[in-house]
């Protein structure tokens, strides 16, 4: 049994993504950091036959707590997949970088950036070990990006520069790590409550929802896809338009639009 650890995974992107694994059999060490609604997922996602999921309520930007995480994917026999997905904003709603709270900005590289590089160092020596026994053929690490780490966007700068630090970090890993499978994905914009705390006036009923999203970028783990950067869009449009033998999606070199979150 593959184990996968998905953090943000009591509601939104997070929670999608630990249900589309949970109904593939991945056992799950799930983390966010309100307890009860943590609980609340868990209990939903243990449902599917046989898997067996660990909760663990917690901050990412606490070494402890990342430690706990690891130690929990441990018990249930390695890891296979670090799902990166836990994030904020920096403020609520976002502003211009004139206005940007100094300590808000801090907390988001805090939450976006050093944490996440902070669990693949804790988890490192079981993605390493995990090898020929994940489905992609070896262990692997994705990391949640968007569109704003690429895309010059008013009033996302801060967000943005923590999305397009973790995409550097991501690219760095991929080449120091080349047994690992490390991919930055752009899920592209959603119905989420980050997105309509990030712009309380915008109308988002016509974006996809996060459990639309979540099996598209779920092809880069059961297709085992190299790694590299993808967006949802791009991934779509290859599942929707490859026939018979054609390859799959190459990593996404160019922004696209509509990637915020």
């Given at each position: 049994m593959s184990v996968a650890m998905v953090t943000g995974?009591?509601?939104g992107l997070g929670r999608a993504l630990a249900g589309e694994l949970a109904a593939r059999?991945?056992?799950l060490v799930v983390t966010a950091r309100g307890a009860r609604e943590l609980a609340e997922a868990a209990s939903e996602?243990?449902?599917a036959p046989g898997v067996r999921v660990t909760?663990?309520?917690?901050?990412?930007?606490s070494a402890e707590h990342r430690g706990a995480l690891v130690a929990a994917a441990r018990a249930l026999g390695g890891l296979d997949l670090l799902v990166n997905n836990a994030g904020v904003l920096g403020t609520e709603p976002l502003v211009a970088l004139a206005a940007q709270p100094l300590d808000g900005l801090r907390e988001a590289f805090e939450v976006n950036v050093?944490?996440?590089l902070g669990l693949?160092?804790?988890?490192l020596p079981l993605l390493r070990e995990a090898g020929a026994g994940a489905p992609a053929g070896a262990g692997a690490v994705l990391n949640i990006s968007s569109d704003a780490a690429v895309v010059?966007?008013?009033t996302w700068g801060a967000y943005g520069a923590t999305k397009a630090a973790g995409d550097l970090l991501s690219a760095v890993l991929a080449v120091e790590e080349p047994a690992l499978r490390v991919w930055w994905a752009d899920p592209g914009s959603m119905r989420t409550r980050m997105m309509a705390a990030a712009e309380p006036g915008e109308d988002l009923a016509g974006l996809p929802s996060p459990q639309e999203v979540a099996p598209v970028l779920l092809r880069l783990v059961t297709e085992g896809l190299p790694s590299g950067r993808y967006t949802a869009q791009g991934l779509g449009v290859t599942a929707a338009g490859a026939g018979a033998g054609e390859p799959a999606a190459e990593p996404d070199a160019e922004p696209d639009a509509g990637g915020r979150r």
């Open positions: 995974a009591s509601r059999g991945w056992d996602l243990a449902r909760a663990v309520a917690g901050d990412v930007s050093v944490g996440p693949v160092q804790e988890a010059a966007y008013g």
